[in-house]
């Protein structure tokens, strides 16, 4: 007899089954920085916020994905400072940005070197709930309602 997961491992097949893969592979590869900064966010530690790793948005992987905010985060190796990784980078936050998905984006080294200042930033970007994000015109966030006295 086979097991519930054993079950769900037959049914998917195909392109889903690849992605799902190469997915769990990535995971595998993780780099320094990809693990120090999943550590963080993993377990809803950052602002109640479930993160996924390596999540598929064909034809891309994002590196940490927030369903909640549609928020991607990326950490970017050298091979981004290149003419074809910038292209490369440009042409995917468009198709980002064209499915509603906004992106953070820190180099390696900015995750190992300045972690605190990295782990701010995104903490700042996912205290918002998709109700009360900040004004898009002054960039500020919405004032605390006053307790009654």
Known sequence: MLTRLEEIRHEITGERLALIEFARK???DATDPESLLWAC???RRMNKRKFRRQHP???YFLDFYCADLKLSIELDGGQ???AEGKRH???REAFLRSQGIATLRFTND???RHTDSVLNLIWNRTAFTPHS???AKTGTPPEK???AE
């Open 26 to 28: 990535l995971r595998q």
């Open 41 to 43: 966010l993993r377990n």
């Open 57 to 59: 948005a064909a034809p």
């Open 80 to 82: 981004h400072n290149t």
């Open 89 to 91: 980078d440009k042409a």
């Open 110 to 112: 900015e995750m190992l």
């Open 133 to 135: 994000s900040p004004s």
């Open 145 to 147: 309602p006053q307790a």
